[in-house]
C-alpha cells in the first residue's frame, strides 16, 4: 500500500504591529508581538530592529567613532592590555586593546596611535623593550567579522573612559543645546547650588552667570550692550552684555530694569551711573549681585528669536525652583516677572510672547518683549483652574497658531495672537496629560491616566480631534503611566519616545498621524531629561542626562555605555491559517537586512509551549552583512557571497496548532539588524479533537 506525503504548506508572517498584550490569541495578526524588550518598529511599519544603544557624551568625540590597528610583533618579553608602547627611531605610540598571541605571527590591536609605526623597530612599555614589529599598522585588518566587530568595541571602551559626568552631585536637571554646544545642568558639590556647563572638545566647562544691577533711568541716553558705565561715587566700572528693560523707556526717561554684566572692578554703591561722558545716566541703589541658583529642579527649555534675526535664537527656560531665563550661550538673565514666588514651571514662546506657568496660572510677557510682564505693555495672566503640565502650539485656522494649554485633568486651547483678542477655551475637561511627557510630530502626542493621546492638528469643524493609541499594550501603560519621567522625538525614525523612571520606556513609531507600532524598551540607566534637537547641518542628536550626573548621546554606538544590550522579541502564537488543526512544521525563513556582524539565538514554541509535546531546541544564528542588501535566509544554513544570501532549510521538526518564533540578543559590540518577517513551511496532519 503507498502512502501520499500532505503537500507543504506556507505562511508568511510579516513583523509588524508592535507589542501587543490585549488583543485575543485567536484575533491577533501574525507577527504581532506578545513579548518584547529593546526592539523598535521599522519605518513605514517594516519590520523589527534591535535598537541603537547610547554611550556617553561630554563634547569629545563619540566613543563608538574610535579605530583600532593590527600590529605584528615578535613579543620577546611581555604586552598586556592597557600598556603604552612606544616604538624606537619612528617614535610612534600607541595604546594597547589586545595581546593576541594564539596567531601567527603574534600581533598587538592598538589604539590611540601617533605617528607611524614601521615594520622593523623595538616596541617599549616604559622605556623596556617588549617586542618588535614585523609589519606597519594595519588599519580595522582584523582577520574576520567577529574580530572586527570585537576590536571596535574595545576601542570605543578605551576612548569611553576619558569621558567624564558633568562635574557637581546628583542627577543632571536639564540638557538642551544651542548652536551645536550643549548645555548641562546640575548641582555643585555640596548641592547648596545648581551650575551650569557647556559641551567642549575637551569635555564639560563651566558658564559663569555674571552679574545683575537694578536701575532706574536717570535721563534719556539708551544705555547699550557693550557700553561701560562707571559709578559717579565708588568709580566701580563694568561693561554691559545685555539690558534686561521691564518697564518704561530711555526716549521717555522712565526706563526701568537691569543690566546684565560678566564681572565689574571696584563696588558699585547707591549713586549715579555714567557711561564715557554722558553723566547721570541712571541711578543704582547698591551694588551688583552675583546670578546664582538654587539647587534642585526640573529644567525645561525652549529655543526662540524675539529679534526677527537670523542667528539669534535664544535659549528661555524655567525648572520650578528660580526664577526663568534667557540664555544665548554666553549671557545668561534671569527674567524677572510680577509673581511674589517667581519660581515657573513650564515654558513656552508663542505668538511673540514669553509664557511661563506658575501652578494653575498661564502669564505671558508683552508682545516681543520676553523681560517684560506689566499688563500695560501686553502682559496678561490666564487661569486655568488645574494644574498645567505643559504647552505645545497647535496650527490653527487662517494660518494663525493656536496654543494647547495642558493641565492635569483638562486641556485648554487659546485662540488669538495678543491680549486685544485672546480668547482661552476649555477643550477637554476629562483628560488632560502628564509633565514632561509632551511631545509634537506631525500631531501632539502625550500620555495622561488612560494611555497615550493624539491631539490631533487637523481642524474639524472648528475643534481638535483627539485618540488613544496604545489600547493594544493597555496592562503596560496602566503599570507605567504615573512613572513617566521625560519624553523626545526622533525625527529619523518617525518615533514618539516615553521614559519612565524604572528605566523602562516605550518608543511608539507613527506613519504620518497614524500609529503602527509600540515598543517597550528597558536601559541600564534612568533618563532624567532628555532632548532631540537638529544641528544647525539638519542632522539630529538625541542627548539625555542620567542620575549619575553623566550625560549619555542615544542611538549611538553597540553598547549601553560599554555594557550589553539584552534585546528579544516573541511573537504571538501563529495558527498558519487554521486554527484547531494540528500542523506538522517543517522549518522556517526569515528575511533580514543589515550592514555589519551580529548574532542572535533562535527558539520556537509549539502548541502554547505544551510540556506535552516535544519542543525544538534552540539554535544560535551569525549574521554576516558585509553590504546592504535585502534577502532571505535560514538559520544556521547559508551561504554569502558578497551579493545575495542562499537560504536552505532549518528542520523545526515538531507537531502542533500553533508556533511562536523568539529571537533574542544580548552583547555590546554587535550591530542592529532589520528582520522583516518570517516564512514558515508545514504540512497538515488532523484536526483537533
Not at 610583533?73 to 594564539?102: H, R
Request: aromatic share 12%.
Amino acid at each position: 500500500m503507498r502512502f501520499q506525503l500532505a503537500k507543504p504548506e506556507f505562511d508568511y508572517l510579516p513583523f509588524q504591529g508592535g507589542y501587543d498584550t490585549e488583543t485575543r490569541p485567536w484575533n491577533v495578526k501574525g507577527g504581532k508581538l506578545r513579548e518584547a524588550q529593546n526592539y523598535e518598529v521599522g519605518i513605514n511599519n517594516q519590520g523589527y530592529i534591535d535598537i541603537q544603544g547610547y554611550e556617553i557624551f561630554d563634547g569629545q568625540a563619540a566613543p563608538s567613532s574610535a579605530g583600532y590597528s593590527i600590529l605584528d610583533v615578535t613579543i620577546t618579553g611581555e604586552f598586556s592590555v592597557a600598556d603604552t608602547i612606544t616604538q624606537l627611531t619612528s617614535g610612534a605610540t600607541a595604546v594597547v586593546l589586545a595581546v593576541v598571541t594564539s596567531e601567527t605571527p603574534n600581533y598587538l590591536v592598538i589604539t590611540k596611535i601617533t605617528g607611524t609605526f614601521d615594520a622593523t623597530n623595538d616596541l617599549q612599555v616604559s622605556a623596556s623593550t617588549e617586542g618588535t614589529s614585523l609589519s606597519l599598522a594595519g588599519a580595522s585588518a582584523a582577520s574576520t567579522p567577529n574580530l572586527h566587530s570585537q576590536y571596535n568595541n574595545l576601542a570605543a571602551d578605551e576612548f569611553r573612559s576619558d569621558i567624564s559626568a558633568v562635574p557637581g552631585s546628583g542627577a543632571i536637571l536639564g540638557i538642551y543645546m544651542l548652536d551645536d554646544v550643549w548645555y548641562a545642568f546640575r548641582n555643585n558639590a555640596g548641592a547648596t547650588a545648581a551650575d551650569l556647563y557647556k559641551s567642549t572638545s575637551s569635555g564639560w566647562s563651566q558658564v559663569a552667570l555674571g552679574r545683575e544691577l537694578s536701575f532706574t533711568s536717570g535721563g534719556t541716553y539708551v544705555i547699550a550692550e557693550g557700553d561701560t558705565i562707571t559709578g559717579a561715587t565708588s568709580s566701580a566700572t563694568a561693561v554691559i552684555t545685555r539690558i534686561a528693560l521691564e518697564s518704561g523707556s530711555f526716549s521717555g526717561g522712565d526706563a526701568a530694569g537691569r543690566l546684565i554684566f560678566a564681572s565689574q572692578t571696584g563696588t558699585f554703591q547707591s549713586e549715579n551711573l555714567n557711561v564715557g561722558g554722558n553723566l547721570n545716566v541712571s541711578t543704582i541703589a547698591g551694588d551688583s549681585s552675583a546670578i546664582t541658583l538654587v539647587a534642585g529642579g526640573r529644567y525645561e527649555f525652549v529655543r526662540d528669536n524675539f529679534g526677527g534675526e537670523a542667528g539669534t535664537l535664544k535659549i528661555y527656560g524655567c525648572d520650578s525652583v528660580n526664577r526663568g531665563f534667557e540664555f544665548d550661550g554666553t549671557v545668561f538673565v534671569p527674567i524677572n516677572t510680577t509673581m511674589t514666588t517667581d519660581k515657573p514651571t513650564h515654558v513656552i514662546v508663542h505668538a511673540r510672547h514669553l509664557f511661563f506657568a506658575f501652578a494653575g496660572s498661564a502669564q505671558h510677557s508683552g508682545t516681543g518683549t520676553p523681560y517684560i510682564f506689566s499688563p500695560i505693555f501686553g502682559a496678561s495672566e490666564l487661569a486655568t483652574g488645574d494644574i498645567i503640565t505643559g504647552f505645545m502650539t497647535e496650527p490653527g485656522s487662517e494660518g494663525n497658531d493656536t496654543l494647547g494649554i495642558y493641565n492635569r485633568n483638562r486641556i485648554s486651547v487659546l485662540y488669538g495672537t495678543s491680549t486685544s483678542d485672546w480668547t482661552l477655551t476649555k477643550y477637554r475637561k476629562e483628560t488632560g496629560a502628564f509633565a514632561h511627557s509632551i511631545q509634537q510630530m506631525e500631531q501632539t502626542m502625550y500620555i495622561d491616566d488612560r494611555g497615550i493621546t493624539t491631539f490631533s492638528t487637523v481642524q474639524a469643524f472648528g475643534n481638535f480631534q483627539q485618540a488613544t493609541v496604545s489600547r493594544h499594550i493597555q496592562s503596560f501603560i496602566n503599570a507605567k503611566a504615573r512613572l513617566v519621567n521625560a519624553s523626545c522625538i526622533a525625527r529619523t525614525k518617525n518615533q514618539f519616545r516615553l521614559f519612565f523612571s524604572d528605566k523602562t520606556g516605550l518608543y511608539v513609531t507613527t506613519e504620518g498621524t497614524k500609529v503602527v507600532g509600540l515598543m517597550p524598551i528597558l536601559f541600564n540607566d534612568k533618563v532624567e531629561c532628555i532632548a532631540s534637537l537638529e544641528r544647525n547641518d539638519g542632522i539630529e542628536e538625541i542627548i539625555f542626562g542620567s542620575s549619575d550626573g553623566k550625560v549619555y548621546q542615544l542611538d549611538k554606538g553597540t553598547s549601553f555605555d560599554g555594557d550589553n544590550i539584552e534585546a528579544f522579541m516573541k511573537l504571538h502564537y501563529a495558527f498558519s491559517k487554521s486554527i484547531r488543526w494540528i500542523k506538522n512544521y517543517l522549518d522556517l525563513t526569515i528575511e533580514a537586512e543589515g550592514d555589519g556582524y551580529s548574532e542572535f539565538n533562535l527558539s520556537t514554541e509549539l502548541g502554547y509551549n505544551s510540556t506535552n509535546i516535544s519542543q525544538p531546541s534552540s539554535q544560535n544564528l551569525v549574521l554576516d552583512f558585509r553590504a546592504t542588501v535585502w534577502d532571505s535566509f535560514v538559520w544556521d544554513s547559508f551561504v554569502w557571497d558578497g551579493v545575495s544570501l542562499s537560504p536552505a532549510s532549518t528542520k523545526i521538526e515538531g507537531s502542533a496548532e500553533n508556533i511562536s518564533i523568539t529571537i533574542r540578543k544580548n552583547s555590546d559590540h554587535f550591530l542592529p539588524i532589520h528582520l522583516t518577517g518570517v516564512m514558515l513551511r508545514y504540512a497538515f496532519r488532523r484536526q483537533l479533537r
